[in-house]
């Protein structure tokens, strides 16, 4: 179960009531539903800055139903609104060859399990000039369109990717990087920019997260000894996680999550959680 985290700039949600921020189309809404949470932040759009962040944990679709039908946020009106989903069924095409009209067939191409119970996005990834195919769970993302009907939705991976690779895109050496979830981790390797690997594994237990990394980096002839490992985690921490690579990965370095953004003073004070991905997607446009 995840952790709930409520941050808020009082000072700021007092603005909001007194009508010195005139109306909610001044603020961006960022939501990020991934494994058992919904995270979400709030961000002023004049000066770019975030008062408000909240995670809740959810157990089923109907606590999720019951968070997005109540919460005292989620519920206002925004000038934007980006989502990220959560998807495991997902192909990147180059610009080249995309087909708007083949965007179903990409996937069911690679993916056995695209159903009708899937609705399927896309999304652009600039840096390397090419689309992602994902699909996403139907009912949760016709419950998020209903409240916020212009929001564009991102996966998460893609919202990771655009991150990693802006992050990288001068970097002469090659940069493994993992986003671990609860039970899945993303792995990509970039260099300059460039995306050279990206996948998606399942795991139950903190062994199991080491021998499919350690798998794919012999797969891939990654020497981890010279190679720079950058982890981005927001369920298991970062002492935890020391402990599982220091052996196999000594050049490990731990992604920070607010590097690229800028977050109210009020909540600077308090301890900011590992949500580098959700910080991201406030970035997206």
Not at 46 to 71: A, M, T
Not at 87 to 93: D, G, L
Not at 190 to 208: M, P, R, S
């Amino acid at each position: 179960m995840s952790s709930n985290i409520h941050l808020v700039d009082q000072t700021f949600t007092q603005s909001i009531f007194d009508k010195e921020i005139t109306s909610e189309k001044d603020l961006k809404l960022a939501i990020q539903i991934q494994g058992d949470a919904i995270s979400y932040l709030v961000e002023t759009i004049k000066d770019k800055s975030i008062s408000i962040i909240k995670k809740v944990s959810i157990n089923d679709s109907k606590s999720l139903r019951d968070i997005l039908n109540k919460d005292e946020w989620i519920n206002k009106k925004f000038k934007t609104v980006c989502i990220a989903l959560e998807s495991s069924v997902r192909s990147i095409i180059p610009d080249s060859l995309y087909d708007e009209k083949l965007k179903e067939d990409y996937l069911t191409f690679s993916h056995a399990n695209v159903s009708k119970n899937h609705a399927i996005s896309t999304e652009q990834l600039l840096t390397i000039k090419a689309k992602q195919v994902f699909a996403v769970d139907k009912t949760i993302l016709s419950a998020l369109l209903k409240q916020h009907q212009n929001a564009k939705i991102y996966s998460t991976n893609g919202t990771w990717l655009k991150l990693i690779l802006e992050d990288h895109k001068d970097s002469l050496a090659k940069k493994v990087c993992l986003r671990i979830g609860k039970n899945t981790f993303d792995m990509a390797v970039v260099k300059k920019g460039v995306l050279l690997y990206n996948n998606t594994f399942q795991f139950e237990q903190k062994d199991g997260l080491l021998y499919y990394f350690l798998f794919a980096c012999k797969q891939l002839n990654i020497d981890l000894t010279l190679t720079e490992l950058i982890i981005h985690s927001e369920t298991i921490l970062s002492n935890e996680l020391s402990a599982i690579f220091s052996a196999y990965a000594p050049k490990t370095t731990f992604a920070k999550p607010t590097s690229n953004v800028k977050i109210s003073s009020n909540i600077k004070k308090q301890t900011i959680p590992s949500m580098s991905n959700l910080f991201a997607l406030s970035q997206c446009e």
